[in-house]
Antibody, heavy 122, light 112 residues
Framework: QLQLQESGPGLVRPSETLSLSCTVS??????????WAWIRQPPGKGLEWIGS???????YYNPSLKSRVTISQDTSKNQFSLKVTSVTAADTAMYYC??????????????WGQGTLVTVSS | QSALTQPASVSGSPGQSITISCTGT?????????VSWYQQHPGKAPKLMIF???KRPSGVSIRFSASRSGDTASLTISGLQPEDEADYYC????????????FGGGTKLSVL
């Protein structure tokens, strides 16, 4: 059964870099069928797509976050990571990783990790 | 891209049917057959309920159905049950100029 698990610091100081990892079990990042994505949700608010990557190196980012976001992979650990630079309080959110089906007829996220809360505060 | 427009809240009684709308533009919902819907219970991760506009993943109740007409997608839940009370989000591909994915603002469903 495919499972995703987010991990990383729960508190990040303003102007610093947020770093999270997502460990995938039950599927391989390099199998080449799916993209893998990060999505966030500020407390009490809606969902925001951050970005998605494909094992071969194709990365897509939300245009509003593109200048501060990097998604990378560690295939030896079957993990992928998120970095967000120069964070502010507006980056405080629950961060989810998810498998992303992308194609001419596909755009859906399933399954999702349980999420990890990141608070930006000094 | 702006978020897709959903009503902030809807409500219904057990056994009734409700519909949640999701309005976008010709650059997203109106162009691509790529709307998906998610259910989120408090404190839980979102769960895929509908993909490719109208399809249900295995394990999702047939009480959940969806449609799309022009720039508006809709999720209908029939035979409301207490466990349907949750937040619902629509999502669409929006890549007219570059790859982009947008979500709706979410709709709180109350089962009275």
């Amino acid at each position: 059964q495919l499972q995703l698990q987010e991990s990383g610091p729960g508190l990040v100081r303003p102007s610093e870099t947020l770093s999270l990892s997502c460990t995938v079990s039950g599927d391989s990042l390099s199998r080449g069928i799916y993209y893998w994505a990060w999505i966030r949700q500020p407390p009490g608010k809606g969902l925001e797509w951050i970005g998605s990557f494909y094992y071969s190196g194709s990365n897509y980012y939300n245009p509003s976050l593109k200048s501060r976001v990097t998604i990378s992979q560690d295939t030896s650990k079957n993990q992928f990571s998120l970095k967000v630079t120069s964070v502010t309080a507006a980056d405080t959110a629950m961060y989810y990783c998810a498998r992303h089906s992308v194609g001419a007829t596909n755009n859906w996220f399933d399954p999702w990790g349980q999420g990890t809360l990141v608070t930006v505060s000094s | 891209q702006s978020a897709l427009t959903q009503p902030a809240s809807v409500s219904g009684s057990p056994g009734q049917s409700i519909t949640i709308s999701c309005t976008g533009t010709s650059s997203d919902v109106g162009t691509y057959n790529l709307v998906s819907w998610y259910q989120q219970h408090p404190g839980k991760a979102p769960k895929l309920m509908i993909f490719e506009d109208t399809k249900r993943p295995s394990g999702v109740s047939i009480r959940f159905s969806a449609s799309r007409s022009g720039d508006t997608a809709s999720l209908t839940i029939s035979g409301l049950q207490p466990e349907d009370e949750a937040d619902y989000y629509c999502c669409s591909y929006a890549g007219s100029t570059s790859f982009d994915v947008i979500f709706g603002g979410g709709t709180k469903l109350s089962v009275l």
